[in-house]
């Protein structure tokens, strides 16, 4: 899988079913569960990738109403996650320019089900359950670096 494919595939969501997210990212789906195993595998590791980079104190402090703001305010890490899927479902353009502008990520806006195509489309495909961990973690503070 490269990036190029990688980047293909998540502009296949469809967003005139905006709202019923489900049905956006289906055509993602079907598109990656044709794939092999190994590509379906590689797709998660390039999207933990995007998410890790994202995984910063700079983004954190600019995701809108919920942003970081010091160790005392409440802070979730599940919303910072869910934010940081904008920006890669919003494609390489805006990942890029975010990336290295932090202050121009969207403001308020979440999507979960972004980390549920590569599952999901393995799933579909093998028939088995997923359980690929991916070398890095997505997970909000996972990049200890971006954090400091």
Sequence with gaps: MTEAVFWMIISLF?????????AVIEPAIVAL????????????????????????LAHAKQIGEEAYVNDNEYFSPDWFLYSRCVVVVNGKELYDEVLKNPSSFPKNLEFESLLSIGPAAYERKTGKEYNHTTKLSYETYSNKTGWQ
């Design 14 to 22: 469809d967003w005139s079913h905006e709202g019923d997210d489900e």
């Design 33 to 56: 569960s044709q794939k092999s195993d190994n590509e379906i595998l590689q797709f998660e590791e390039i999207l933990a990738e995007k998410l890790f980079a994202l995984d910063t």
